[in-house]
């Protein structure tokens, strides 16, 4: 009786060491894909895979934007002094000054400049609107005045109307503009028409 016992208890445990053995090693299976699953989504795929990784879209983009500002033109519209509109304000406080500039600024094929007076000035200036920089830089050009004597108009102007202008020469005290007022410029009609092809505004296309 007691050899029968021991004999019915050792086969009553052998199925059951068999099933813990075999969930064990289905829990390490399991364990292990979700590793190898965790790193491939670490890494990303690769080109092969279908995917970029964001270094190299970066790096495309930046390719595309050099790229189109390379391909970026300019072209260039020469100031025409017939289509520049002048006003000439006297700051010298010497009669008739403001005239005879405005006499010999039409003789360089601008239109009939404006005249006026304006407060006692020292420097000698050839003011402008926004937008008429190219301009004003071909009147200056036209007088013998200096790049230095181009600045943008100040506010308040130095008159009180320009009317239809937009460009101002004020003459100064600091005689300047003596030699276009006595009749005798240095800057011959040619010489204005030279200029105004050599002035240039720059547009982007």
Request: glycine share 10%; charged share 10%.
């Amino acid at each position: 009786m007691t050899s029968a016992s021991g004999g019915s208890g050792s086969a009553g445990s052998s199925p059951l060491g068999e099933d813990r053995r075999a969930t064990v090693a289905g829990a390490v299976l399991v364990v292990v894909a979700v590793v190898i699953g965790l790193i491939l989504l670490a890494k990303g795929f690769s080109d092969d895979g279908g995917f970029l990784s964001t270094s190299k879209k970066s790096s495309s983009a930046s390719h595309t934007t050099t790229t189109l500002a390379a391909h970026a033109t300019t072209t260039t519209e020469a100031v025409d002094p017939a289509t520049v509109k002048i006003y000439v304000a006297n700051a010298s406080g010497k009669a008739g000054a403001a005239t005879k500039v405005s006499t010999v600024l039409a003789g360089k094929q601008y239109p009939t400049p404006a005249v006026g007076n304006a407060a006692t000035a020292a420097t000698t200036m050839v003011y402008y609107l926004p937008g008429n920089a190219p301009q004003a830089q071909l009147v200056a050009s036209s007088l013998d005045l200096p790049a230095s004597s181009v600045a943008p108009m100040p506010s308040p102007a130095p008159v009180a109307s320009l009317g239809s202008a937009t460009v101002l020469v004020v003459i100064g005290t600091d005689g300047a503009l003596d030699a276009v007022e006595s009749g005798n410029p240095t800057t011959t009609a040619s010489t204005t028409t030279t200029a105004a092809k050599a002035t240039t505004t720059t547009k982007k296309s």
